[in-house]
């Protein structure tokens, strides 16, 4: 048996420029049997074909011919098909961030809720729960970051993203987590929620001065009765009906500023989903890689700020050590000066847990949406979480009593939430009138 034409070799049944077109035959090879030389020549050819494999034996008498087709695999491209219409394509977009943003708010509550009640074991020792959160996430998210590389999700283009961004995103969270949890301290519980919807106003400052955006008459407006109800909410009334009554300006002011920061933040983050989307040619980056840098710059300038924080708590450099001793004893509630540490490590833990989940949850919404719908979501959980911090929980047994006044701000703000959310914006509107 001999080879006649090789693969190269143009074949006689099909003209030399069928080779261009991938949907026509090529033949691979052709083999003419010569055991019996008397006999008149056999032939077997084999045509390979884009979609399965062709077999002719031809002989005097008769013509086989055998077609198999391969078995469809997943690396297989699927046929040609028409693609959706446009307007599906937006429903289904609707769709997914109409359920991320339902998670996004239970989550919220649940973070909010926990926040309150972590401090409260931890109320001498915020410094240290803001610490341990902060590296305590460094390890979580880039041991998920490595994982993700390692199963291909994350790519070498992603990890090469410039840092500088994340940079500044680090700063940023480090100052406002640090501040947040200073004066959340101090706060009452149903307060922070409401001091915490400045967010909503520094955030769409930022993103007309950092991302160039223009806001319709509703979202101004909304974002105005957003502020007043805040203001409504904590100054309005009496000296004994005000929600801050015996508490520092100092402390709501710190709470304030603590926005400030995660605003810029938020807004950078956006603006790097927006640039990878150009540096990786359509490609989403992944939040991991945002959550890894973010955190791994945050946790670096908290060790080079620790003498200027620890001289905000009034805790000298050289008693550092000590304090943070002090300060695991609590968390983990062992040690002979435990004094008020009832409550931990359960709350503390059950708090960096659900923050966690609420971060990476809040950030896929921003992935697939906008920093302003992601910050709408989270503020829609206000009204729920203001309730359940009114009520006598473990470890606040005493509960507060909403004001008239308080009730009224609240009131104003959630105008203010649904009137800016009037139109639901997505990422192709990019939140512009």
């Known amino acids: 048996m001999k080879l006649l034409r090789p693969f190269s070799a143009p074949s006689p049944h099909f003209p030399p420029f069928a080779a261009a077109n991938r949907f026509s035959p090529t033949l691979s090879f052709h083999l003419q049997s010569t055991f019996n030389r008397n006999a008149s020549p056999r032939h077997l050819s084999v045509f390979s074909h884009p979609r399965h494999l062709k077999m002719n034996y031809t002989d ?93 999700i994350v790519t070498d283009e992603m990890l090469a993203f410039p840092k500088t961004p994340f940079i500044v995103i680090g700063l940023l969270e480090a100052l406002g987590v640090v501040a947040g949890m ?16 400045a967010f909503l106003v520094w955030q769409l400052a930022f993103s007309v001065l950092i991302l160039g955006r223009r806001y319709s008459w509703n979202r101004l407006a909304g974002c105005f009765l957003v502020a007043a109800g805040v203001v409504l909410s904590v100054t309005s009334g009496s000296e004994q009906d005000q929600m801050l009554s015996g508490v520092g300006m100092i402390w709501p002011a710190m709470m304030i500023t603590s926005t400030a920061f995660q605003a810029v933040a938020s807004v950078l983050k956006e603006s790097v989903f927006i640039d990878a989307a ?48 002090s300060g695991a004893g609590c968390f983990f509630n062992i040690g002979a000066d435990t004094t008020g540490c009832d409550g931990a490590p359960l709350l503390p833990l059950l708090y960096i847990i659900t923050n966690i989940a609420f971060n990476i949850s809040a950030l896929n919404l921003l992935k697939y949406s906008s920093a302003v719908v992601s910050s709408l979501a989270v503020m829609s959980s206000v009204p729920i979480s203001i309730y359940i911090l009114s009520l006598p929980l473990p470890y606040i047994p005493g509960g507060v009593t909403l004001s008239p006044f308080f009730v009224m701000g609240s009131v104003v703000l959630m105008l203010g939430l649904i009137l800016y959310n009037f139109s639901w914006p997505l990422k192709q509107d990019s939140d512009t009138s």
């Open 182 to 197: 200073y004066s959340g301290a101090q706060l009452p519980g149903p307060a922070i929620p409401i001091l915490t919807q």
């Open 278 to 325: 150009t540096r990786l040619k359509g490609k989403l980056l992944d939040i991991f890689v945002v959550n890894s840098y973010g955190s791994g710059f945050q946790a670096l300038f908290v060790l080079l700020f620790l003498p200027v924080l620890s001289n905000l708590k009034g805790i000298p450099l050289p008693e550092l050590p000590a304090y943070l001793k």
């Open 60 to 152: 005097p008498n008769f013509t086989l011919r055998f077609r198999r087709l391969p078995p469809v695999s997943a690396s297989a491209k699927p046929p040609p098909h028409t693609p959706p219409p446009p307007d599906s394509d937006a429903r289904n977009r609707k769709l997914l961030v109409l359920a991320c943003a339902a998670v996004t708010v239970a989550l919220a509550i649940a973070n909010r809720v926990l926040y309150k009640l972590a401090l409260v074991p931890m109320k001498e020792f915020p410094f240290f729960l803001a610490q341990l959160t902060t590296f305590g996430y460094v390890a979580i998210y880039f041991s998920t970051l490595f994982t993700r590389y390692k199963a291909g």
